[in-house]
Each structure stands twice: as C-alpha cells, then as structure tokens.
C-alpha cells in the first residue's frame, strides 16, 4: 500500500521546564522510506523531541516543517490530522476498555452516524493479525487491556498508532518490553512500512536494533543534536563516542589493598529464574560492587534473589555457607540488608514515624516491651551519622524530602549493621546534596568492610564509586569492567551492546 511522501525537518527546538532545559538544541530529519534512529544517554532530549514533534510538549522555541511547510501542532491530534503518529515511552491505555476500543477511541468506525461495531472488530483483527504468532491466541479484540502482560499492551500502542494511517511513525523505546520474536516481527513491519514510503524515527537504547533497522542516526547529547551520521558510514564506536563526547571521567579513588586479601562474602553461580540467566558473581568484603546495563535489564531481580523475596535455582553461599534464602527474614538473619529503589512501595511506612521506620527491622532487639529509650538513642545516633534533615523522630516519614526518606530507608537497615549490604538503585529521585552525602556513607561502609552489591542507573555513580562493575542484559552479565577497562566508553558500549 503506497503511503503519501513526507518530509519533517525540526531546527533549534528548545523546551525548558522551569529551570531545567530538557532540550536545548533540536535537530533532526527525515523523509519517507527512511528510518532514522535518534539515540543518547538516559535524560538527553529524545522523547522530548519526539514529543515536540507530536503536539504533545510545546516547544519555547524552533522551526518545525512538514514538507516544507512551518507548522506548530498545538495536540497529538492535529499531529496525527498531518499524517505523524507515535508510540510513547509511557503505556497510555485504558486500562478498563477493550483492544479495539482503545486503538480505535477517536477515530471509531462510523456508519450512519454511530459506531459500527463490526467494522471496528473486523479492522482490529486485520491490525492483530500482522503480530499473529508473536502474541498469545487467546489475544482478541474483546480483550480488556487491563489482563494483558506488558508486551502485549505495547503491541497494542503500536497498533494504535498504525491505525491512524501515518505517514511519519515514531517508535520511542517501543521494543524494551518486547521479546526478540516480537522485535523481530516490529522489524519485518517497519521494513514493509518503509517500503510503501512511510517515515520512521525510531528511539533505542540498542545498538544491534540501530544498525539493524536505521538509516541514519541523529546522537543527541545533554539535550542537544550533536550529529547525524548515515549508519552504512559509520560505526558503534562512533556513535557511543558522539553520545559521551566531553563528558568527564572519573577520579576513581584506588581500590584498597586489603581488598586482594579480604574473604570472600558472597559467591553466586548460575543463578536462573525469574528472567535472569546464569548469572554468576563474587564479591569481597570492602568491595563494591556495581551492576550497570539498561533499565530492566535484570538488576532489580537479581537483588531481590539474593534476599530471598524471589525464588531462582542456582547456588548461592555468604561467608561459604548456603545461602539461598526463601524469606528475606532469613536473609535479614544472616546479616544481609537491602534498600529498594522505590521508597514508598517497598522501603517506608509513609504515615509512620522516622524512629518507627527506622526501627522497623531490628525492633525484636529492642524486646518486649520494647526498651525505648535505647531504641531512641540508636534512632538519633543513625539519624545524626546520616544527617538527617527533619522536624523529630517522631515526625511522618511523608514530611520529609525524597532525599531525607531515602536516608531513612539506609537508616533502618545500618541500624542491624548488615555485612552484605545489597542496594537497588538507591539514589533515584534524590537530590544532589543528599546523594553526596550517601557517596560518602557508601565510602565509609565499605571502609568497614562491609561487602556491598550496588544497582545503579546513574553511570556516574558506577563510574565514580565502585571498585568493578557488572553490566547486564537480558537478565545475563554481559560484561565485567574494572580498573582501567572500568571507564565511560566501556560501560555505555557494553550497556548498548556495542563492541567496545
Ligand atoms: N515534564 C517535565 N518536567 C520537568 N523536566 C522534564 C520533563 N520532561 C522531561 N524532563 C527533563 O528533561 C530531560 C530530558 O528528558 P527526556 O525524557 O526527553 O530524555 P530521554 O532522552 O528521552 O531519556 P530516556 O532515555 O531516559 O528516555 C531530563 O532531564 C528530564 O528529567
Ligand atoms: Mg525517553
């Protein structure tokens, strides 16, 4: 099916929030039957432009053409009015409708003035059926979204955003929740698309999807453009090298000498399950030890195994004993502690108090009834180590700042001064000065000697603090990065699956 040319060309788009420039140099092209790949670091402007480019964020300033023309779509529905359609990085179904009423909400098959339904069950199929075999048979237009796993909801963003006709389709991200059949299946679709003439930008963290797919990339770089290079004339190196270019390396401080000679505290061979595979690890006491990749790429699970809060099969032993836990109370037992990534879910008792939640895994020391004051002493001293900014001990942990809550969430588990300490992206949301303070923790725990697994989705951290890193993907380790080999290039390539 032949799709009517197009040609967009988006010059010096800039968009700030408030203080934070999210964009500051926009630029990119694209005509029909090409795919342009647009890549950068985690917060470096890609969605932002994509979604300049929809209507959906208002640019400050910037030259936006279709065909020549200059235009400004005030909403994704004027966009998808001049043939640009999109797939979000953030899922936008509803939940309680079915397939096809959520792909065709806005534009539903009308006869006679009211919906035919028919129709649009009859057009969802056909849609459906370009992923048959990739996708469960069960899968129908009746289908509630709300029972459907996280691939098949993405399948569906696609198809809504194909049935809108477009002559520019922007994939952001699409591919991260999919397995490699369905990849696979996307590719071969957006290979058709290209041919009948259709646009494609296309956002990705991999670097075998890139040079799979695209024609040509635009590296974006803390907001800005900072080159175009046609794929066949180019290489990952250079690409990766585009992405981090003038970025700082890290004065590492040197691992310590006793780390050679320390025991070993925690050994894992061939940890597999729950999405992780063969993973296998060894980490000292006074090491630290850090796990990069792309998001979701297994970190978080792997953490949780260790605690015990997921059950995988493999061999697992601390100090040389097994240690494959089936209740994080058996791992708290054994000395090993760790801080989730995401306070209010997993870490705190928002309405609670500090000293409660700081008490909360050790009160059984405390004995019944509970000693208080001693409870209150320790709180204090934890609270002072970590200089802790708030009203009291007794104030709601949701009175404090994000940074303030996440020192609560490392409190309470200091406070049992674990020998194993695992943390799960632990800085997120956290404010520079509370994030130098935690460094600086993170620096004197270690000096204790306690053996510490850190996932982290800020490079920097990993760059700057760890003593190895691990970089996964797909729930495997791709690659071990240390000393000289521990730098920027490295880790961004391994975390892209470039060679490095
Ligand atoms: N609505 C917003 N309010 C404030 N800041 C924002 C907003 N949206 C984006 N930003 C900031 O703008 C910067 C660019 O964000 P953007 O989402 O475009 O990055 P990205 O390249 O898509 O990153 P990722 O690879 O993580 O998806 C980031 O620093 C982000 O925190
Ligand atoms: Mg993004």
Not at 196 to 211: C, K, L, P, W
């Amino acid at each position: 099916m032949k799709i009517a040319p197009i040609e967009l060309t988006v010059q010096r788009a800039v968009k700030r929030y408030g203080g934070v420039v999210a964009l500051s140099n926009g630029n990119l092209d694209v005509r029909s039957g090409e795919v342009l790949a647009l890549l950068g670091a985690n917060g470096s402007g890609k969605s932002t432009l994509a979604k300049i480019i929809t209507g959906v964020v208002a640019p400050n300033e910037g030259d936006l053409r279709v065909d020549g023309q200059a235009v400004r779509f005030s909403s994704p529905h004027a966009a998808r009015k001049a043939g640009i359609s999109a797939v979000y990085q953030e899922l936008s179904l509803v939940p309680d409708l079915t397939v096809a009423e959520n792909i065709w909400l806005t534009h539903e098959p009308l006869r006679a003035g009211t919906l035919d339904r028919r129709e649009m069950q009859r057009r969802t199929a056909d849609l459906l059926a370009l992923f048959s075999g990739a996708m469960r048979d069960s899968l129908s237009p009746e289908t509630s979204i709300h029972t459907l796993p996280p691939d098949e909801k993405q399948i569906v963003e696609i198809l809504k955003a194909l049935s809108f006709g477009p002559r520019l389709m922007i994939l952001d991200e699409a591919t991260a929740s999919l397995d490699s059949r369905q990849v696979d299946r996307l590719f071969n679709l957006v290979g058709q698309w290209k041919r009948d003439g259709m646009a494609i930008v296309f956002v990705s963290h991999r670097m075998e999807e890139i040079f799979r797919l695209a024609d040509k990339a635009t590296v974006l770089r803390n907001g800005e453009s900072v080159g175009t290079r046609a794929i066949a004339e180019t290489t990952e190196r250079e690409l990766v090298g585009l992405m981090i270019e003038g970025m700082h390396e890290f004065e590492r401080r040197p691992p310590s000498a006793a780390l050679a000679s320390a025991p070993v505290r925690l050994k894992v061979e061939h940890v597999t399950g729950h999405g992780l595979h063969e993973v296998s690890l060894e980490l000292c006491d006074g090491e630290l030890l850090g796990i990069g990749g792309l998001q979701g790429q297994g970190q978080s699970e792997l953490l949780l195994a260790l605690f015990g809060a997921l059950r995988v099969s493999g061999h697992v032993t601390i100090s040389g004993e097994e240690a494959r836990f089936k209740h994080p109370k058996d791992a708290m037992q054994k000395g090993v502690a760790l801080v989730p990534g995401d306070r209010a879910s997993e870490g705190l008792l928002m309405i609670r108090s500090i000293l409660e939640n700081l008490q909360l895994p050790s009160w059984r020391e405390y004995g019944v009834p509970i000693r208080m004051k001693k409870a209150e002493r320790d709180g204090a001293q934890v609270a002072e180590e970590l200089r802790m900014v708030m009203a009291s001990l007794d104030a709601p942990v949701n009175s404090l700042s994000g940074g303030n809550a996440q020192k609560v969430v490392l409190g309470k588990w200091l406070l049992r001064s674990p020998h194993l300490l695992l943390l799960n992206d632990p800085t997120k949301g956290v404010d520079v000065g509370a994030k130098s303070e935690f460094y600086e923790l993170l620096n004197q725990l270690r000096d204790r000697g306690t053996a510490i697994l850190f996932y982290s989705s800020d490079d920097d951290e990993l760059l700057g603090l760890c003593d190895r890193v691990l970089v996964m993907h797909d729930g495997a380790v791709r690659a071990e990065l240390a000393g000289d080999g521990l730098n920027r290039t490295a880790l961004v390539a391994a975390s892209m699956g470039a060679a490095g």
